[in-house]
């Protein structure tokens, strides 16, 4: 979250002529709403749900460079999708500049709590390989 997982990957997928797909955009285009209206109604589980659907069907696709969600990783079948069907690329970033990169964005349901710093450095426990 934070990482400059969108931002690169539009640059990259420009460099090397692919089409960029941002997973959330993709979810959000699936749904026809925003990903904080899913995680309210549906809760993480139900957006979860979403995503791992979301990933099998893009990562079959070709000649696209695709952006995921930061806890995509969190779930086996996504893990197996994405390291079986494409190259996979890391974006580390401090939880300080991800802290700077996101403060403004209400887009971000699980930042919108009283402890953004702590939730982001939570989740990087969890997700860092």
Known sequence: MGAGKSTIGRLLSSELELEFIDSDREIE?????????????????????????????????????????????????????????GTVVYLRTSVEQQLVRTSRDKNRPLLQTESPKQVLADLFAIRDP
Do not use: Y
């Open 29 to 85: 285009q699936r749904c026809g709403t925003n990903i904080p209206w899913i995680f309210d109604k549906e809760g993480e589980v139900g957006f979860r749900a979403r995503e791992e659907s979301a990933i099998d069907d893009l990562t079959q696709r070709f000649g696209i460079l695709l952006a995921t969600g930061g806890g995509v990783v969190m779930r086996a079948e996504n893990r197996i999708h994405l390291a079986s069907r």
